[in-house]
């Protein structure tokens, strides 16, 4: 019988649970003298199936990345991807924030390109500015499908100048998985419910209120697209 061993961090305030992995300070990017691409391989010390349980019993999971650089992208102009993580499935993302990632649509995307709030305006990342003064692109993980973050690689660094540091944060998890009501939808954790009935905002909001809901705000490109005229529990 194989016994196994994590960190695990229990906040009962906030019903938190907290797994931690074996890279959780900050770690220098290595120029490889073979041009190949340094890469952080994250052990967590307990079988990924006992993760993914976590997971789907949570109502929410996070996981953060934050990527220090001073003249290294995390995109060249070229449109080559230089900094990536690997999803549960080991499958290679470059979207640094949010949930559901799309790569087909927005393959490459930070926090700041989210609330365009970029140094430079036209561009997806703060780091891909490639400027000589150190920059960040922080962000939060919060696809449940795609967590945990099991390997993070950059490079190659060309130039000695070039320098970079990744933080990644450990996986958080809190609440419970809840279905929705029979003709709502669940998306980030919340129910909605599509109205096919035209109404003005008074109205629509008196409608809610009827359901024990309340009308949908989406704050992100995501709810903007994903639920037009909802409702939603709160």
Known sequence: ??????????????????????????????????????????????????????????GICEQSLRFDCFLAPLMSFANDSKGSWRDKNGTQRTVFHGNH????????????GVNQTCVVPELACNCDAKLPVWQADEGIITDKELLPITEFAYGPMKYD????????????????????????????????????????FDDAEASCRRKNAKLAEPVNSIGNVTCPNAHKIP
């Open 1 to 58: 019988v194989k016994t196994f061993f994590t960190e695990v961090h229990c906040d009962f305030t906030s019903n938190t649970t907290e797994i931690v992995h074996d890279k959780a300070t900050e770690i220098d990017i290595e120029k490889k003298q073979n041009g190949n691409d340094h890469q952080i391989n994250l052990d967590y010390q307990v079988p990924m199936s006992q993760i993914e349980a976590l997971i789907r019993l949570s």
């Open 101 to 112: 990632l799309d790569t087909t649509s927005q393959p490459h995307l930070c926090q700041c």
């Open 161 to 200: 100048l070039e320098q970079a540091k990744v933080s990644i944060g450990s996986l958080k998890c809190s609440g419970r998985e809840e279905n929705c009501p029979d003709g709502w939808t669940k998306l980030q954790s919340k129910c909605y419910q599509i109205s096919t009935v035209s109404a003005d």
